[in-house]
């Protein structure tokens, strides 16, 4: 499901601080719920702003480009 900018703003101000970054850096990733959750820091290449998942369905290695958004989360943990 895709989610228009004025949902995500209304949605991102409805949601509770403590969740607001995960919820920020799902929305800017796409991740499935698993592998969101299942993120580690050795997943993550800040040098050039990728993350690197093992896609659960088919086992392959997934490269996803980190955008502005995401980065700035990452950098706030």
Not at 1 to 29: C, G, H, K, V, W
């Amino acid at each position: 499901m895709t989610l228009s900018e004025e949902q995500e703003q209304l949605l991102s101000a409805a949601a509770p601080d403590y969740i607001r970054d995960l919820l920020t850096f799902d929305l800017n990733t796409g991740l499935r719920k698993s592998d969101l959750f299942g993120l580690k820091w050795a997943d993550v290449d800040m040098e050039r702003r990728e993350l690197k998942i093992i896609v659960k369905e088919n086992k392959k290695l997934q490269v996803l480009p980190l955008n502005e958004a995401a980065v700035a989360v990452l950098e706030r943990q």
